[in-house]
């Protein structure tokens, strides 16, 4: 589903559905950390740098791994909610228009956030040193991913706007 709104997304430009490009990320830096996330350039980063997270969790015991498996299901949720309210302004590295619906009416980046949480829930039972430094890595890319975001967008009043009016970027009442 995220794939296929995204790519409508891209592939329609509109009046109509109020997704017209205002403007386009400017930045080597902005690029950059979108274009790694996807493929091939997401495959190829991951042959140098672990990515660990995993599809099938357990965490030792069915109670527990229910539970986890019930938290991930919720991120998951925020995640397409996040997705289904972006609609046809889905894009990464163009300013359609500001989305001021829920999650984003509560922060400003729930999709990013959301991936995180559920990737760092799902590498906790097999969680080492070596897969934890990766993961550091692609939290610290969706991080640079919301900065760059944000220094493009604020270049539009609404923008500016909607974050005067959703304060935080990531974590209600912390940051």
């Known amino acids: 589903l995220d794939t296929f709104i995204f790519s409508w997304g891209y592939a329609l430009e509109l009046p109509t559905l109020g997704n017209v490009v205002k403007s386009v990320e400017p930045t080597l830096l902005g690029w950059s950390v979108t274009l790694i996330c996807y493929p091939p350039f997401n495959g190829w980063a991951g042959k140098i740098i672990p990515w660990g997270a995993n599809d099938y969790v357990s965490f ?10 019930g938290v991930i299901v919720f991120f ?9 309210a972006l609609g046809f302004k889905a894009s990464n590295l163009t300013n359609r228009g500001v989305v001021g619906r829920f999650p984003y009416s509560i922060i ?6 959301s991936k995180n949480v559920v990737w760092w829930l799902t590498l906790l039972p097999v969680i080492n040193g070596k897969l934890a430094l990766g993961m550091a890595f ?3 890319i969706y991080y640079l991913r919301a900065r760059t975001e944000e220094r493009h967008l604020s ?21």
């Open 155 to 175: 270049q539009d009043q609404d923008y500016v706007t909607y974050c005067q009016k959703v304060k935080w970027k990531f974590i209600p009442g912390v940051y």
């Open 60 to 69: 030792g015991n069915p109670l527990m791994t229910s539970i986890m498996q």
């Open 138 to 140: 692609w939290s610290l």
């Open 76 to 84: 998951f949720g925020i995640y397409l909610w996040a997705t289904l």
């Open 108 to 113: 400003r980046h729930p999709a990013y956030v």
